[in-house]
Antibody, heavy 121, light 107 residues
Framework: QISLKESGPALVKPTQTLTLTCTFS??????????VGWIRQPPGKALEWLAL???????HYSPSLQSRLTISKDTSKNQVVLTMTNIDPVDTAAYYC?????????????WGQGILVTISS | EIVLTQSPDFQSVTPKEKVTITCRAS??????LHWYQQKPGQSPKLLIK???QSFSGVPSRFSGSGSGTDFTLTINGLEAEDAATYYC?????????FGGGTKVEIK
């Protein structure tokens, strides 16, 4: 079955670069019509989509964060990596990765457990 | 950007009651609308895909309807385990967006 798990630092200093890794199983990102996305959730707030990468390596980013985000995949390791530069305390949030499928009317069906990242000096 | 407006923000409901949550899109999104349940300390879980299709393993008391700009999530016969925040999400166009959430509390 499909599972995903996020990993990375729990505490990051302002202005640094945050690197998060999503390690997954139960599917391959070389299979057509598959994608992995990143979504975050500040404490007590709503979900916010960040970035998406498809099986064919095409990518999409949130316009408000595009200049700070990079998403990449390592198909051989079953991993997707998200980097966010110039981190600020407002970036404190739980970060989730999720499997996306649906071929034409896509949806996130399986999510990781999330990782809480706190930005503080 | 498509804005999703959920209502109500909060609902306190007695077990076995019917719950209705609405999600309004700022423009026509067809059926590219999905519903998630998030319990405290957990990640979101898919309930309804494509406006009205139940996801595998989801109890039959959860149903979705709507198309275009107006969508509804219904819980027929609320159970104590349904206490959670519910989010709608559109995948019609980038950037992907989520509604602000509806918190359902059990009386």
């Amino acid at each position: 079955q499909i599972s995903l798990k996020e990993s990375g630092p729990a505490l990051v200093k302002p202005t640094q670069t945050l690197t998060l890794t999503c390690t997954f199983s139960g599917f391959s990102l070389s299979t057509r019509e598959v994608a992995v996305g990143w979504i975050r959730q500040p404490p007590g707030k709503a979900l916010e989509w960040l970035a998406l990468i498809y099986w064919d390596n095409s990518k999409h980013y949130s316009p408000s964060l595009q200049s700070r985000l990079t998403i990449s995949k390592d198909t051989s390791k079953n991993q997707v990596v998200l980097t966010m530069t110039n981190i600020d305390p407002v970036d404190t949030a739980a970060y989730y990765c999720a499997h996306r499928t649906g071929s034409g009317n896509w949806y996130f069906d399986y999510w990781g457990q999330g990782i809480l990242v706190t930005i503080s000096s | 950007e498509i804005v999703l407006t959920q209502s109500p923000d909060f609902q306190s409901v007695t077990p076995k009651e019917k719950v209705t949550i609405t999600c309004r899109a700022s423009q026509n999104i067809g059926t590219s609308l999905h519903w998630y349940q998030q319990k405290p300390g957990q990640s979101p879980k898919l309930l309804i895909k494509r406006a009205s299709q139940s996801f595998s393993g989801v109890p039959s008391r959860f149903s979705g309807s709507g198309s275009g700009t107006d969508f509804t999530l219904t819980i027929n016969g609320l159970e104590a385990e349904d206490a959670a925040t519910y989010y709608c999400h559109q995948s019609f166009i980038f950037p992907l967006t989520f509604g602000g959430g509806t918190k359902v509390e059990i009386k």
